[in-house]
């Protein structure tokens, strides 16, 4: 890795976008903890510093603050928001404290010449969001931007190197905003943008493989996007040092296990072991109807299950997880311990402490979008890459209630005919997700000559960006009729079929 810039996190809700936007510049970039030293960056060998924003006011008693160091490492340093009254505070300037936090647009004039604003235009709207306020610059440094409530909304030291930004040249609302980041990285920076993912490829292989030498990977494949994705990369640079574990546990989609194999076995010729407990995971799940319970015993028993398949498999020395960038990296709570949260259920309960092996996440430096296109530059196909969500305690949460073989065997069949339905279409991929939840109710129904009294089956399929807020896909009503018509004629025991038409929130995607 030749470029770098580095992004140190004081806790902005849009540090990571900062980072994203340079790598769409194909300029590779990391966030940072605030407080990395100077030593560190100037040995990862980086290009450029980013000071990221932040909530907290350079007044505050536990202020987050930088290494001074940074300012002698001799490349450019830019400040953005809260990052630049911290470089004009340490640097000699006076920060004066708002009693008004200043929030949303402004209007942006560039009064003299500057690398940062080179081909764009004099006049544009900016985002703000701060408290404080630039009142005297330090030494060397000029104003070269200005908005209706600051005189230092753009300042440099183009000497020393220094750059800062009162708005946020990062957020959509801000024009021009990616051009800002641009001037920076090429103009300033001396950036060449070569980083790309084959690159990155090529990267990571090769630190993996110094990292693990001789030695042996196992990994829990669950067939989502993240760990097919890590066990394509990892297969890639280590090839048979690789074991994947994939645990039946009875709870998967219609034929997901039989695809599983066929992909990482057949396809790519990888180790893979297929531990099938459907039995095991069945009988501990029996008279449990609380959703909790169900996440609860179906964790406990994958663990165990995982920990008896790798002491088959004999030495083993590291576990690896598809851990993505947004999973470790969150906002740094200031004030507070700064350690990045990690969030629960991406780590496998523990697992790795408990067997003495030591973690490998040969994603975790990238975002989602970021480890869908490495999978396609892998091979793996859209079916995979592109994959709908599911949870891991699977199709548990979609049987209401009790699970019970013939409710499993219910949900699993009306699923696969939403899906198939889904991607002849073409909806599958366009939502976030999309699939049938059994329901423990029985209701009226005439077929033939005959009264029946079967199960209902509910169908939830949501637009989404993130899982956090979804709604309800607005599907045309003859596709809806297709599905309903095809389930309750072709799945055993269905005699009704119903449409889950709420929010998120204050519903939620799940129906457990
Ligand atoms: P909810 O139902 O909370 O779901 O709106 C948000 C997203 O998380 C998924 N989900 C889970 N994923 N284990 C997982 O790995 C779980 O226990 C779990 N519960 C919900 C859900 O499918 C949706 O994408």
Redesign the pocket.
């Known amino acids: 890795m030749s470029e770098i810039i580095a992004v140190l996190d004081f806790g902005s809700q849009y540090t990571q976008v900062i980072a994203r936007r340079l790598r769409e510049c194909n300029v590779y970039s990391r966030v940072y903890r605030y407080d990395t030293g100077a030593g560190e960056l100037r040995s990862d060998g980086v290009t450029g510093i980013i000071l990221s924003g932040g909530p907290s006011s350079v007044f505050a008693e536990n202020a987050p603050v930088p290494d001074r160091g940074i300012f002698d490492l001799g490349v450019p340093v830019l400040g953005i928001c809260y990052g630049l009254q911290l470089m004009a505070h340490i640097l000699g300037g006076t920060v004066g404290k708002s009693v008004q936090r200043e929030y949303g647009r402004g209007t942006l004039t560039v009064g003299s010449r500057s690398e940062l604003f080179s081909g764009i235009p004099r006049s544009l709207r900016v985002w703000n969001s701060h408290g404080d306020k630039l009142i005297k610059l330090p030494a060397n440094f000029h104003a070269v931007a200005r908005t209706e409530n600051s005189d230092f909304a753009a300042i440099e030291d183009e000497e020393g190197r220094c750059y800062g930004l009162q708005f946020h040249p990062e957020v959509f609302h801000t024009e021009y905003g990616t051009d800002i980041l641009r001037n920076f990285l090429f103009r300033i920076c001396r950036c060449r943008g070569d980083w790309t993912m084959a690159g990155y490829i090529d990267m990571a292989v090769q630190r993996i493989r110094e990292r693990v030498g001789e030695r042996r990977v196992i990994l829990g494949l669950s067939g989502g996007v993240d760990s097919s994705v890590a066990a394509a990369l990892l297969h890639r640079a280590i090839g048979d040092q690789l074991t994947c574990v994939f645990v039946d546990n009875g709870l998967l989609r219609k034929n997901e296990v039989e695809a599983v194999e066929k992909l990482f076995g057949e396809n790519f010729h990888m180790n893979l072991v297929v531990a099938r407990e459907a039995d095991l995971f069945l009988d501990r799940l029996k008279g449990i109807t609380d959703p909790e319970k169900k ?1 609860k015993v179906i964790g406990n028993t994958f663990i165990e299950v995982f920990e008896a398949e790798v002491e088959k498999i004999g030495e083993v020395d590291f576990l690896a997880q598809g851990t993505i960038y947004p999973d470790i990296i969150e906002s740094v709570p200031i004030g507070g311990n700064p350690a990045a949260l990690i969030k629960s ?1 991406h780590n496998v309960g523990g697992l790795p402490e408990r067997m003495k092996l030591q973690i490998i996440e040969p994603l975790n430096q990238l975002f989602k979008d970021e480890v869908r296109k490495l999978g396609e530059e892998l091979g793996l196909p859209r079916s995979v890459v592109w994959r709908q ?5 699977g199709l548990a ?1 979609r049987v209401i209630g009790e699970l019970t073989p013939h409710n499993l065997q219910i949900v699993r069949e009306a699923d696969a005919i939403l899906i198939e339905e889904m991607k002849g279409a073409d909806y599958y991929y366009k939502v ?2 999309s699939f049938a939840v059994f329901l423990p109710v029985q209701t009226v129904g005439v077929m033939g000559d005959e009264r029946t009294y079967d199960y209902v089956v509910a169908l939830r399929i949501v637009e ?1 960006i993130d ?2 807020t ?1 709604d309800w896909a607005h599907l045309p009503h003859a596709f809806l009729q297709k599905v309903s018509s095809r389930i309750i004629n072709e799945v055993e025991g269905v005699n009704r079929v119903v449409l889950d038409i709420s929010s ?1 929130p204050p ?5 457990e």
């Open positions: 996440r259920h969500p599911f949870p891991g305690p949460v976030w997700q989404s899982a956090m979804a998120k519903s939620t995607i799940e129906w």
